[in-house]
């Protein structure tokens, strides 16, 4: 997987999440994150990283977004051990 294709995933997870009142705030809450801080940040690896970690550590959500997406829950891995390396 590329660097490009690991951050579009992140992006599309950040949307995902950010879809979702009771997910943003799950995010928001266990990431530190304000929600203006959110916004400046949404481009940053470190913060695309943050949200598919977060989908892993719940497998509803995740399942939900790798079928909404059509991915492999791996794909989500992948993506995220890519953008800890940028």
Do not use: W, Y
């Not at 995010?27 to 916004?39: D, H, M, Y």
């Not at 949404?42 to 598919?52: E, K, V």
């Amino acid at each position: 997987m590329s660097p490009d294709a690991a951050e579009t995933i992140g992006l599309d997870a950040l949307g995902f999440i950010a879809g979702n009142v009771e997910l943003l705030s799950k995010f928001l809450f266990k990431s530190g994150l304000e929600p203006a801080v959110l916004r400046e940040q949404a481009d940053n690896p470190a913060t695309l990283r943050a949200a598919l970690d977060f989908l892993l550590a719940d497998d509803a959500p995740l399942m939900e977004f790798c079928r909404s997406q059509r991915l492999d829950p791996r794909d989500i891995h992948v993506a995220s051990q890519i953008l800890g390396e940028t």
